[in-house]
């Protein structure tokens, strides 16, 4: 019924700069929070950053003064601009969003996760 599709992955070498973008689809009726997570190989998955739908934002320590979480609620679409990129951020960037479906006259809050998109940062 909803989904949500990341893009803009890909290879960087450190100090650079990528752009994820995260697109929810389906009976949508709300978005509440969205945000990206990551997942590096052998560790846990870790919040990176988080922004509401009135755009009050959380981050990660390490990616505060690099990292940037925006989102177009007309689009249904959140963003991460990530610059100065080092080797420790690389992992599978997953997006994630609270999503309010209407069922009837029952309003539903999902959370619903992308398939993930693999960020490298090369030394």
């Known amino acids: 019924q909803v989904h949500v599709v990341e893009s803009g992955g890909g290879l960087v070498q450190a100090g650079g700069s990528l752009r994820l973008s995260c697109a929810a689809s389906g009976s949508i009726f709300n978005i509440n929070a969205m945000g990206w997570y990551r997942q590096a190989t052998g560790k846990e998955r870790e919040l990176v950053a988080t922004?509401?739908?009135?755009?009050?934002?959380n981050y990660q320590d390490s990616v505060k003064d690099r990292f940037t979480i925006s989102r177009d609620n007309a689009k249904n679409t959140v963003y991460l601009q990530m610059n100065r990129l080092k080797p420790e951020d690389t992992a599978v960037y997953y997006c994630n969003a609270e999503v309010e479906i209407l069922q009837g006259d029952i309003l539903r809050t999902l959370e619903v996760w992308g398939q993930g998109t693999l960020v490298t940062v090369s030394s």
């Open positions: 922004i509401t739908s009135s755009g009050n934002t």
